[in-house]
């Protein structure tokens, strides 16, 4: 007879994803109830929802001890924590440029916020999985809402198409990801990522452990929107609503990033052989290919969908020298984790200045942005802000985040590793004509149409720009701030 | 009678009491119902279309809600099954377990139902 | 004749070889659905395979999550399908190109 052993659930753990869930529910039911009287209250909730599922987060990092459930396949540790932590707040900020921008098309307002709280709790789950199951699970549970919400506006072609090629290219990435899988499933007999680390164990590959190794990494790369893994998202990211480009190119990205760490610096530790030398190439042409198409845009979202791919590359670099630093892999970890939280609030708030600024000019062109200081100084100020951070200029928040990239790469000192800090400090050049000319635009080049009346913005959008600005410049004044979390971020045993 | 045989016997007893239940029904049926045959009535039934024309024609397009609604309430069931199979062991829990995830399928449902997909258009 | 394990993982290997160049060559969305089924069939297929072979149950216990996740992955996929093929009728996924550069 066999025999059942109820497995120890840990509430306490789980709490951030219950009350998640439970907001999510509650929405549905408020949509379905209520319908039009009570859809402007839905956003209302889904920020509610977010912030209250922060609480327990807090209460965990209070508490301190690791937590471990259904057998090494769930953990809730500091690293977990610090990106659920990151998760929800941009799903925060998400939420509140979506209140008016959602609220004023003749959208679904109450199936998109359970859509977009769909996303971020697979988001939270993916932030703990240590396991392939709950990892594919997690990866799936985030990607499905976000092929919906991709083609929001489903009465416009663009939205479609956007809709389309990340939804083909989505699966097909997933498809590839869980061959390699199963390959490895099937050489080390575990799904548990501790237990495939002694599994695959170290030296010599077989084919098999390499061709699984590779294709898991490439699903991801899909998801990261790596080059040549990218060409879905410069498409996806214009037809989208701009508030869901906003989240997918944060939230999205930095779920597949927090995979790939799980994956590759715990599953796979031992194959570096295999995995190293993918990276570098990754890392390499993914910033360069990025910045050089990012120059010839001439409408922003597009440059910043370039320029969020650049940013995957500069995230990827950390991952080309594993195993070269003399405190182990803790170091690329954390300077990983550090760029990621930076790039949210600069990239977020970028995208928030440019829905604030179409709500006037009905366009996202270069040209559109004419003229911005002599009408709307500050929203020109803080954009200039942001794309200067995202450009990596002190004292706005980028800087640090590029320092504990290079830091890295030369604390590594080996010859590879020098090349790629060559590679990414040519790029932070590069990068900085695209961002540049977004602020000539706006202070040098007349109004494009003329029209000089100041731009309205809502309460919401305001809240939402003002949030990414504090925590870009604050992190950029005192970098002291972001090293402590992230030094929370280690988590390899 | 061997162990293996006698199992079938009982299959066996099953089948033929379940085919005596379906003759009585329709046996019964036949001799108390009035019968008047029209060609409407005599027509093979096809998911409420006639059915003519070659056998490769497009179906309207609302039927395909349906065809997603069943395919993932369908899939969903993969997971009751096995769970069904070993109720007992999992007692309480277990069936704490399968009505929360049951549940969240009936706020699909009922939220399918609120946006008027179940009705036929 | 001997069917070994090595015979299905060939299996499984080609038909997700011909799913993922179906998925490439083919430029109508239905028939490049199929091919991601048939991919996600090979996969299936692998972890059923190392499943019997490892003594481990915890290969087809992923098959089902895999097949549950397809099951939502084709009604979303063909949600988006559908909204497109009711603005232009007759689509391929060459014509779906108003986004460029």
Known sequence: ?493 | MSEFLRAYLTVAVFAAFAGLLIAGVLGLSRLIRPNRPTPQKLLTYESGVDPVGSGFSQSQVRYYIFALLFVMFDVEAVFIFPWAMRLELYQVFGLVEMAVFIVILVFGLVYAWRKGVLRWV | MDVGASWYLVLAAMIFAIGALGLMVRRNPLVMFMCIELMLNAVNLTFVTFSRELNDIGGQVIVFFVLVVAAAEVTVGLGIIVAILRRRPGITADDVSALKG
């Open chain 1, 1 to 493: 007879m066999l025999s059942f052993v109820q497995p120890n659930i840990d509430y306490h753990a789980l709490a951030p994803e219950l009350v998640l869930v439970g907001a999510l529910l509650l929405i549905l039911l408020v949509d379905l109830v209520f319908e039009d009287r009570a859809r402007w209250a839905t956003s209302s909730l889904a920020g509610l929802g977010l912030l209250a599922a922060l609480i327990p987060i807090i209460t965990l990092a209070v508490n301190g001890h690791d937590r471990s459930m259904f057998g090494g396949a769930y953990v809730v540790d500091n690293f977990a924590l610090v990106m659920k932590a990151v998760f929800l707040l941009a799903g925060y900020v998400v939420v509140l440029m979506s209140t008016d921008y959602i609220g004023e098309g003749d959208y679904y307002e109450g199936e998109y916020y359970f859509m977009l709280l769909s996303s971020l709790f697979g988001m939270l789950i993916m932030a703990s999985a240590r396991d392939l199951i709950s990892i594919f699970i997690a990866l799936e549970t985030l990607s499905i809402p976000a092929y919906l919400l991709a083609g929001w506006r489903k009465r416009d072609l663009k939205g479609n198409e956007a809709s389309l090629k990340y939804y083909l290219l989505g699966v097909f990435a997933s498809a590839v990801m869980l061959y390699g899988m199963s390959l490895i499933f099937g050489v080390t007999g575990s799904t548990v990522l501790t237990d495939i680390r002694d599994g695959l164990g170290s030296g010599e590959s077989v084919p098999i452990i390499t061709v699984g190794i590779l294709f898991v990494v490439i699903g991801f790369a899909f998801k990261v929107s790596a080059v040549p893994f990218h060409t879905w998202a410069p498409d996806t990211y214009e037809g989208a609503p701009t508030p869901i480009t906003a989240f997918l190119s944060v939230a999205s990205k930095a779920a597949g990033f927090v995979a790939l760490l799980e994956l590759v610096f715990i599953a796979f530790e031992g194959h570096e052989e295999v995995w190293k030398p993918l990276f570098w190439i990754l890392a390499a042409i993914t910033m360069t290919v990025g910045n050089l198409i990012a120059l010839r845009q001439t409408n922003v979202v597009r440059m910043l969908a370039y320029s969020s791919v650049a940013q995957a590359g500069y995230m990827l670099a950390p991952f080309a020298i594993a195993g070269d630093l003399s405190g182990g892999n803790v170091g690329a970890i954390k300077a990983v984790v550090t760029y990621l939280i930076i790039y949210a609030a600069m990239n977020l708030g970028a995208f928030a200045v440019v829905i604030a600024v179409a709500r006037k000019t009905r366009s996202a062109e270069l040209s559109s942005f004419g003229g911005l200081f002599e009408y709307a100084p500050g929203l020109a100020v803080l954009l200039a802000a942001f794309v200067f951070a995202l450009a990596g200029i002190p004292p706005l928040g980028g800087w640090y985040a590029k320092l504990a990239i290079l830091n890295v790469l030369i604390d590594a000192s080996t010859p590879w590793a020098t090349v790629l800090a060559v590679v990414v400090a040519v790029n932070s050049v590069i990068a900085l004509f695209y961002y540049a000319s977004v602020a000539r635009e706006m202070l040098m080049r007349p109004v494009a149409d003329g029209d000089r009346t100041p731009v309205t913005i809502p309460a919401s959008l305001a809240a939402s720009i003002g949030l990414c600005a504090v925590s870009t410049i604050a992190i950029g004044v005192a970098p002291n701030l972001i090293a402590r979390f992230s030094d929370l971020a280690h988590f390899v045993s």
